[in-house]
């Protein structure tokens, strides 16, 4: 295992020097590093960062699942809560990160134990002082490896969760539950043809997930799907087209409930990234724009419903990449502009 420092830098809107800078090596002894994963900020303006640690176990390493909170002023450390499953030598990490208006800090992602391997956890932490409000951990009935890659709160305080808990009817695959903000305690469980890798709640409270969807031997579709905030049930489901091999990145919505989604497919030798546009209320495909030789990482929605997705592009003729941002009017994906960074 390679180590490396989990930290994070707060950077002024006109400069360039960071605020100030925090690393979770030296926390402990025996921690050498980490690696962060997610961050977000809370209703106070302290700094949730979620990841692991990397431990030093003899003449081995192993990684914790990690949590910390900074003063969102000076980047002091206000907590560290850091935890392993019982199987030793083994990674055990937090893969993102959600707070709450009042502080409180909420992480999920996965620990091994011994019998069931790889299992899903999601914890909630009391934003004071880091001590657990209620830690919830599920093994799918498969015993195989389950984790929790993304989180989201609804407007009541539950818990979104988009992953993989894989049981022994791989039809009854989950990836997407739904968790009692208050106490932890499951509400509703989807189970999908594919693994969730990243859930946003929409203005109404519902569900929008997206992952990488088998269709065919050696051939995937990037997925979405919708389930009503209540009880879970579908409400639409959209895939990119048929036959054409495609990987899901990210989603995102719009002041209209409109969903993004962003992510590449194989077109020939351009290999283009994607971005469409689907209809919150049917899951209609209203346009999907091909950027060809481009990566997209992520979407969001400006105030007048355009797109703004951030990448990066290929030179044409050779392999050097530039980070590049694109804007996408709203109605039919159009190019408003683009710009290359350095």
Not at 12 to 28: F, L, M, P, R, Y
Not at 214 to 235: E, H, R
Request: proline share 3%; with cysteine.
């Amino acid at each position: 295992m390679v180590a490396c420092a989990l930290a994070v830098a707060t950077v002024a809107e006109t400069q360039t020097a960071s605020a100030w800078w925090w690393s979770i090596a030296g926390s402990e002894p025996t921690v050498t590093g980490g690696g962060g994963r997610a961050v977000a900020i809370d209703g106070l303006g302290d700094v949730a960062v979620a990841g692991n640690r990397v431990r030093a176990v003899g003449s081995t390493f192993e990684g914790d699942f990690t949590v910390a909170k900074l003063d969102g002023v000076t980047g002091a450390t206000r907590w560290i809560h850091a935890f392993a499953g019982s199987l030793t030598w083994a990674s055990h990490e937090a893969t993102d990160v959600e707070a709450t208006a009042g502080g409180d800090v909420i992480a999920a992602g996965r620990v091994s134990n011994v019998g069931s391997g790889s299992d899903l956890v999601v914890v909630r932490l009391a934003g004071s002082d880091g001590s657990e409000v209620w830690r919830t951990t599920i093994n799918g009935s498969a015993g195989a490896h389950d984790e929790a890659r993304s989180i989201d709160l609804d407007q009541a305080g539950d818990v979104l969760v988009g992953g993989l808990i894989a049981n022994a009817a791989p039809e009854q695959d989950v990836g997407v539950l739904k968790l009692a903000g208050s106490d932890g305690s499951e509400i509703w469980r989807l189970p999908t043809d594919f693994g969730v890798r990243a859930i946003v709640v929409d203005p109404a409270g519902n569900a929008v997930a997206g992952g990488n969807k088998p269709v065919a031997p050696s051939l995937t579709a990037a997925a979405v799907v919708k389930a009503g905030g209540a009880d879970g049930s579908i409400l639409w489901t959209w895939q990119t087209p048929d036959g054409e091999r495609a990987h899901f990145e990210t989603v995102a919505t719009d002041g209209e409930g409109n969903v993004l989604v962003a992510g590449d497919l194989s077109d020939g030798d351009t290999y283009p990234a994607f971005v469409a546009k689907v209809a919150g209320s049917s899951g209609e495909q209203l346009w999907l724009r091909r950027l060809p030789r481009s990566f997209v990482a992520s979407v969001v929605a400006d105030a007048a419903g355009n797109v703004v997705a951030v990448g990066s592009r290929s030179d044409r003729t050779t392999t050097y990449q530039q980070t590049m941002v694109w804007k996408l009017r709203g109605n039919d994906g159009r190019r408003l502009w683009r710009t290359a960074i350095g």
